[in-house]
Structures are given as C-alpha cells and as structure tokens.
C-alpha cells in the first residue's frame, strides 16, 4: 500500500499551483522538521546535501532522511524555503522544542513544529502534559507562532506530528486573534490532546473548525489528554503503538486512505488511560513521573534508543536508585500500576460484554471510504 515516498514518487512532478498544497503535503512537512538541519535558511533542494546522515537516530529518522533525498528532487518541493529554524533541549526545564517555516508556492507559510524527538527530556515533557500546562514547549510555540506572524505576510497554516501536533493546536489556541484571524488550517497527526482549560477557551472556540486531526487506527499518543473531538482514522500497516510511525499510513491519491472508526485495541487503551487518570490527583502524576524518569536518567544515557540498545548494562545503575525511593512513593507507584491494570481488564471485558449482545452482531469494522479535506 502506498505511503508518503510512494506520493513523492507519483505526485513530486506536479507543482502546487496545478494541485494544491494537502494533508499528505502537511505531514510530510512535518515529518520533515524532525530533522536537524544544519542550516537556518535554504531550499528543501539545497538541504540534501548539506544534512548529514546520523547513525545513531531511531529507524523512523533514516526514513526522515531519505525523504528529505527524494523531496530535495521532487518539482512539488524541491524550492520550498525552510528558514527561522530554532531548536532547544534544556535538561533544567524538562524542555524539548523545535520550529520552522516553510515558504509555499501560493504566498502561504508552513509553521512546523517538531514532535519528540528521542531525548529523555522530550519524553518526560510529554508525561509532563498530564499535570503541567503549559509546558515549556507550549509556551515557546506560542512565542514561535507570534514571531513567525509578525515575520511574514499572508495565511498561516499550522501542522506537527506527534508532540508538534499538540503544539499546533495549543499555539493556535493561545495565539492572538490578529495571527488568529490568518490561520488557515492546524494540522494535527497522532498529536496528544490538550488541557481542559485551553478546550473550553474562546481561543479555542475560535479555531476549532480549521484543526484537522489525524489518528491511525490504533492510536494511543492522539487519545491522550482532552483531545479534539472531530478527528479522521487513517488506515496504517503498523501493529500498535508503531502506528504512532507517519511512514505506516497509507494513502489514496491525493489523500489519506481512512477507515470508519478506531481498533478496538486503541479504544480499550483510551477508556483505561482517560479513567485511570481521572482517579489521579495532579500531584500524584508528577510524583509519579518524575520518579520514573529519575529512575531512568540513573542510567546515565540520554535518549530512549541508547537505554534499549542494552538495557542490561544500564539495569543496576536503574536499580540502584529504584532503591533511593522512599518507601511511600514506592508504594504509591505500585498501586497506581495496579489500578491501571484493574482498570484496564475491566473495560476489556466490558467491551466484550457490549460486542456479543445482539444489537452488535451485525457491527462491520474496518469499512474504508475516501476522505475528502472540509
């Protein structure tokens, strides 16, 4: 089945202006701002050459890279100006941020903002989300999105993947009604949900029916937090939480190719997160996140692939300030796992309660039809 390199492939010849800017544009763009580029200011075409490959990155970012190969030569792309690049990683904030523009053919900019990358200090900012708002990263795509509206004229259009997608939307939200007023569309793909306060803001009232929100089948990453609640399910060849990858999801022409609802897998993991989460004090989440990733930054190492490239040989050091918790945290912990666990066989169960009663005999998941952009 067809993925974004294979819509490079077939559409990278055809300019915007004879078929405009799309969903399967924006995640590609996307997707693109995980890279580290290590220029501020060049075409997609000049950035090829300049970018080096890094080994040591996760399979998803070789992807990334080559992508980057087969756009720098695609007609669609290849003099797409990316500029205003920023990055910043600072361990002491628990902040994890990048951004970008990117210059359309048709006058429009392309405000980019990176998902986790794969630091410790990305992921325990995301955690962070479930009792912090805004995190340091939200507040710095504020920023970012003020800056960028002052920089360039004409309409904004907003996207990211994963974590930039919650960024897209909180900065849309939070963003001054002027920028407000310029924002195309905010795109979010497998992006987390927000805060309860920023869903019942005016801002947020303001750009809801621009948010367009992708999820593929079994997700788990865009059902975290209050997410939007009009979202599209894209068809992917993953199996769970690697669904999460751009690079699985499939595409029809022009589009996504999407499915009716969610897996019964994804829709079991948000009813027990949303439940478990609802019957944890805010102080308990930080406790508990914070001591898990003390825990695991006692490793020593500072990304997730350096600590499961040889989990045994960071075991001890883990285990050793697993030992340095005190007693009724440890405790704690313990029977927040539990509870998760309890509630999660709970609505299993309950699921499959509801699916054998005969009003469901005649249910048919998984029916594909062809989306098309509102």
Known sequence: MPNMMDYIAWRGDISMAYSPFNHLDSLILAELSYLNFPLEDALLRDLDAATPEEPEHPAFMHQTRRMLSAVSKAERFAGIRMHDLVSVIDQERDMQFAAMLFDLPSGAHYVAFRGTDSTLVGWREDFNMTFESPIPAQSAAVKYLENAAALVDGPLILGGHSKGGNLSVYAAA?????????????????????????????????????????????????????????????????????????????????????????????????????????????????????????????????????????????????????????????????????????????????????????????????????????
Request: proline fraction near 3%; avoid cysteine.
């Open 174 to 374: 939070h963003a001054d009604e002027a920028v407000q007023r310029r924002i195309r569309t905010v795109y979010s793909f497998d992006g987390p949900g927000l805060d309860d306060a920023t869903m019942v803001s005016d801002g947020y009232a303001r750009i809801a029916k621009r948010i367009r929100s992708f999820v593929p089948q079994q997700s788990v990453v865009g059902l975290l937090m209050t997410y939007h609640p009009d979202y599209t399910v894209v068809r992917s060849t993953g199996t769970g939480i690697m669904q999460h990858d751009g690079f699985t999801w499939q595409m029809l022409g022009t589009d996504f190719l999407i499915v009716t609802e969610l897996d019964v897998s994804s829709q079991v993991v948000d009813h027990t997160l949303h439940e478990w989460l609802s019957r944890i004090s805010p102080e308990k989440r930080r406790v508990f996140i914070s001591t898990t990733f003390d825990i695991l930054e006692a490793s020593g190492v500072s990304t997730v692939k350096e600590l499961f490239s040889d989990v045994p040989a960071h075991l001890p050091a883990m285990l050793k300030a697993l030992q340095k918790v005190d007693s009724e945290t440890a405790r704690m912990i313990l029977a927040l796992w539990r509870q998760f666990i309890s509630i999660g066989a709970t609505n299993i169960l309950e699921m499959i309660r509801q699916r054998i009663t005969p009003d469901n005999n005649e249910h048919i998941q998984g029916e594909i039809k062809h989306g098309v952009e509102g």
